[in-house]
């Protein structure tokens, strides 16, 4: 469920995008007509008006994750405090100035950054993030617990690369697509050869106690 409310906005960005790309002349007139105050020189072209609504929708669909999970007194991550304050500004930047560019680089930036806390944690507090949210429910080799976290960082600055990639060497209907596909596709192999990693150590830290 936390996963698909994490992929909440990034599935609205994609829905808006798609909607808005296959009318592109009656998005940009719509975009003019209720947010042309937010743009500089108040009209919306036709070619950026897809990526615009998509990055309101999207930021406007953060927002209210955080007030739903503050009226529901929940705890909110700091990931997704971090993700509301790149997507007002990079989102915000993007849609004044009409520019896709701004946006592309709110997923990678956010990658890096939940990457960097997770080496800060442990080069400088000795604290494995990984550890602390799972080792409730699994018992590893401190050793395995470090390999983890190296993994994920791994993962984090890797995400970041591609998507930058993507971003600069094709058009922005193919980068919308990876963001939703691709980004989900990718997140999915990785948790995948994580699971398959960590059965193989959880079997062999039982065998003792078995025996």
Do not use: C
Request: proline share 3%.
């Amino acid at each position: 469920m936390k996963l698909l409310l994490d992929f909440l906005p990034i599935v609205l960005f994609f829905a808006v995008f798609k909607i808005a790309e296959g009318r592109p002349d009656e998005a940009a007139a719509f975009a003019t007509e209720h947010f042309g105050s937010l743009v500089s020189g108040g009209t919306v072209a036709a070619a950026q008006a897809p990526v615009l609504l998509a990055t309101l929708v999207v930021m406007l669909a953060t927002l209210v994750q955080i007030l739903v999970l503050l009226l529901m007194r929940r705890k909110v991550d700091k990931m997704l405090w971090i993700s509301l304050g790149l997507v007002t500004v990079l989102g915000g930047a993007t849609v004044w100035f009409q520019n896709e560019t701004f946006i592309k680089w709110k997923p990678s930036v956010l990658y890096w950054v939940m990457g960097l806390v997770f080496w800060l944690s442990h080069a400088i507090w000795r604290k494995n993030l990984l550890q602390s949210v799972m080792g409730e429910q699994m018992q590893l080799p401190p050793q395995v617990w470090r390999k983890l976290n190296l993994m994920w960082i791994a993962f984090f600055a890797f995400m970041g690369l591609v998507n930058l990639y993507v971003a600069y060497s094709f058009s922005t209907d193919v980068w919308v697509n990876f963001k939703l596909f691709g980004s989900l596709g990718l997140m999915i192999a990785f948790t995948v050869a994580q699971a398959i990693y960590l059965g193989k150590h959880m079997k062999q830290a039982e065998t003792p106690e078995q025996s």
